[in-house]
């Protein structure tokens, strides 16, 4: 179940006046590996989308946001932030078909889904989870995308435990879960109440095994 409703949030953008988001702009100059064990890793490229506070005020403006419900202990219960959602063969943005361009390429992977997560304030959160692509792909790659406020995302074995990692992406950051992450790791964005405003995250997820790419995992030994 769905209930449409209207994003207000705590962000002051700049005027939209058409988003450069082109592959020339877009540079993994700055990217870094970070090791999680010895068959999950995540690469981090900071500030990877310059005009990214265009990009959120336009997201905002055209994303079909819908508050989702989930059933929980017996009655339906809205989940703490507004999504966006976007599937095989819908017809993407612009702007985020850049993105998805550009990172198709780079990991030898055609992402083919498409969700944004709209955490308005410090109130909304996602809890422990991997990613259900984990069902039907390997060693599936997920590429997030961080418009906005900087808020704390967090991981941990999927065993349970203490929170092993934590990064503070916003402003345009790329993350991307690869390996065994979506296995072997639970990741989550927790309630902060120190938040300084709105934070948008676009995730994008491929349906296929990987190929080959500058960035593609190796293939099977």
């Known amino acids: 179940m769905t209930q449409e409703r209207g ?13 450069d988001t082109s592959g020339e702009r877009l540079s993994f ?28 005020d336009r997201l905002l403006e055209i994303a079909p946001w819908q508050q989702r419900t989930r059933r929980m202990w017996d009655e ?16 993407l943005p612009p702007e985020v078909l850049d993105l998805t361009s550009v990172l198709s390429a780079r ?7 498409c969700l944004i997560n709209l955490y308005r304030d410090g109130s909304d959160a ?8 984990r069902k039907v792909l390997r060693d599936p790659l997920v590429a997030t995308v961080s418009l906005g406020a900087r808020r704390s995302f967090q991981l941990r074995p999927a065993g349970g435990g203490r929170v092993a990692r934590r990064y503070a992406p ?14 072997d790791w639970h990741h989550a964005v927790p309630r902060e109440r120190s938040a300084s405003g709105a934070r948008m995250s ?3 997820r491929h349906s296929r095994p990987a190929g ?10």
Request: aromatic share 10%.
């Open 7 to 19: 994003p207000r949030v705590a962000w002051q953008g700049s005027l939209f006046d058409g988003v």
């Open 29 to 56: 100059a700055a990217m870094r590996r970070d090791p999680l064990d010895d068959r999950s890793w995540l690469d981090v490229a900071p500030g990877w989308v310059p005009d990214h506070a265009e990009l959120f």
């Open 76 to 91: 339906d219960v809205l989940e703490p932030r507004l999504v966006a959602s976007w599937a095989t063969g819908d017809q």
């Open 107 to 113: 990991y030898g992977v055609a992402f083919d889904s």
């Open 126 to 133: 996602v809890a422990w989870h991997a990613d259900t692509v």
């Open 170 to 183: 916003g402003e345009g950051d790329l993350l991307v879960m690869g390996g065994a992450c979506q296995h």
């Open 202 to 204: 676009i995730t994008l």
């Open 212 to 221: 080959r790419g500058p960035g593609a995992p190796p293939p099977p030994s």
